[in-house]
């Protein structure tokens, strides 16, 4: 996938998927094995678009107005993704489950480059 949408400044999405597939327990999701860089690349798209229209980015990828919501983020995503993959029932709760840990490693992945305060 290339980086062709410019929606945070500094933000490398390649680099990201990299980094956050590096540090996933492959075995935990043995299910999705042959999926996991495009999930986790969907995610990103899913997170950012969702910074996006609630405002915690603005149109030039600089910091909004509004504060990122984790919570409101999981939920957009998966919803995001469950609407994109009506066709994958059985793999819903690691779906989820890859979300959650997905989470956790984007921040660890905007803090390593100081995109958290940005």
């Not at 680099?15 to 935990?28: C, G, H, Q, T, Y």
Request: zero cysteines; glycine letters at 4%.
């Amino acid at each position: 996938m290339k980086n062709q949408r410019p929606l945070m400044r500094g933000y490398q999405e390649d680099e990201a998927r990299d980094f956050i597939l590096s540090r996933l327990d492959p075995k935990a999701y043995r299910s999705l094995r042959d999926q996991l860089s495009q999930l986790i690349a969907e995610f990103i798209i899913y997170d950012l678009h969702f910074m996006r229209v609630t405002g915690v980015l603005d149109e030039n990828g600089e910091q909004g107005d509004n504060e990122y919501d984790d919570d409101e983020a999981f939920e957009f995503i998966y919803d995001a993704w469950l609407s994109d993959h009506p066709d994958q029932d059985d793999e819903e709760m690691t779906v989820a489950a890859l979300l959650n840990e997905y989470m956790d490693l984007q921040y660890a992945f905007l803090q390593a480059h100081g995109l958290t305060d940005m």
